[in-house]
């Protein structure tokens, strides 16, 4: 079975910087992707940024040019560098990975309990 355990979140003030880790564990045969997911009271969960095996990005517009994901392959983990930070950024952040827990098995996604983040003006 697979776990995602992330860390880092807390509280900042605007201009502050954070940064999460999301540590993967258990049966895992391949990680295709890992990435980063929000949501915010009322709001639906969205994508921030997202990284594959081979060290491709994708960033939400608004996380572009503030936010840096990037991953250790080796220790199966994924960070989230996140400087100038800004009220809107105020959302519980969870850590995703595609992963193939078997050589013939298809890759499914897998999410951990998420992590907060409040940035206060």
């Known amino acids: 079975q697979v776990q995602l355990v992330e860390s880092g979140g807390g509280s900042v003030q605007t201009g502050g910087s954070l940064r999460l880790s999301c540590a993967a564990s258990g049966t895992i045969f391949s990680i295709n992707s890992m990435g980063w997911y929000r949501q915010a009271p009322g709001n639906e969960r969205e994508l921030v940024a997202t990284i594959t095996s081979g060290g491709s990005t994708n960033y939400a517009d608004s996380a572009k040019g503030r936010f840096t994901i990037s991953r250790d392959n080796r220790k199966s983990m994924v960070y989230l560098q996140m400087n100038s930070l800004k009220p809107e950024d105020t959302a519980v952040y969870y850590c995703?990975?595609?992963?193939?827990?078997?050589?013939?098995?298809?890759?499914?996604?897998?999410w951990g309990q998420g992590t907060q983040v409040t940035v206060s003006s």
């Open positions: 995703n990975a595609n992963i193939r827990v078997g050589v013939l098995r298809s890759p499914n996604d897998f």
